[in-house]
């Protein structure tokens, strides 16, 4: 069962987050071939940009593991979340992002949450790098979907997975994640 884990940095966090890297690395090094996506969320599109979250996606046997995962994980130990999402991630594209290999030069890339309960939409766009429904941990209720995409602006990516209804959607910057030699 694979589980989508967004942790959302809080205000002030960041020092801290910079100073426990090795630490995250270290503990995801012990789930690399359970990972289907990870990366953080940025403020920006430039260099200049900073953290702002942290989101993993990963395989992994039930909720208890996925809990287990989630709240060791170094960051969330230290406090450098404000909250954390974590649901079921049902893969409707079947893939990781290691298997996205349509990028487009000069656009960025994103994270998109849309929480609301209705059916999933097909994936319509080849500009998805990952695509799912986000479900409770029980798997029952439908909360939303999520996708990483790639989309020349915020708007555009937004536009790849409304919300609809009375649900909402947030967008985030997203870079591909890992130890800065394995991205």
Known sequence: MEYLVYGRDRPGAFELKMSLNDEHWAF?????????????TLSGADDEALPTGSLHIV???DVEAARAFAFAEPYYRAGVFESVLLCRFANLLDRTRWDFTEAVDNYGRFLVIAMAETDPAPAT????????????LDGEARL?????????????????????????????????????DQR
């Open 28 to 40: 995801m090094d012990g789930y690399q071939e359970l990972l289907v996506a990870r990366g953080p």
């Open 59 to 61: 395989n992994l046997p």
């Open 125 to 136: 766009s080849r500009h998805m790098v990952v695509y799912g429904e986000l479900l409770a």
């Open 144 to 180: 939303g979907r999520a996708a990483i995409v790639e989309a020349p602006d915020l708007g555009a990516a937004a536009m790849m997975l409304p919300a609809g209804g009375h649900g909402r959607t947030e967008v985030h910057h997203w870079r591909f994640g890992g130890r800065p």
